[in-house]
């Protein structure tokens, strides 16, 4: 019976200490992380006008004071895309919390960006996005992403309006 209690108390601390490791790394939480990244990331002049839209994956390391270093683009439908989403992530330094005993860590952020449908003008628009589509020049890592070192966050979808 006191190895039954001793094994139930060494997993119960463990799933505690386990739980402690796996707190959301964005001070504030993931709600927070959201906003932050809804209000940080400026769709530019340029997206708007070709109608751009896709997905950019970015690898990046925080260190222990949560300073964003090291930004790697693992994935981008185009490099367009790439740029709001690394001045927002840029403006996310000393945001990040690191796991414990780390002196650095990196995360594994997805972004990705739309435009609003239009009430009226709909073809004009597909007609701007498919152009946009077929000169897009994807970006496509050549090393696989170790996920296995890199906490993967949810995620950040934004969309623009056309003007």
Known sequence: MKKLLVIAFLLSSFYAHAQKELAFPFQGGAPIMTRFFKDSLTVSPDIIAKKASGVAVLKFTADVNGVVQK????????????LPAIDALK??????????????HDFIIPFSISYNTPASGVAEVQKAAYEFYKRRKPIVARDQIPLNDATLLPTVSVSYDLK
């Open 71 to 82: 930004i790697v683009i693992y994935y981008a439908d185009d490099y367009l895309i790439t």
């Open 91 to 104: 403006k996310s330094t000393k945001k990040w919390i690191i796991p414990d005993k780390e002196k650095f």
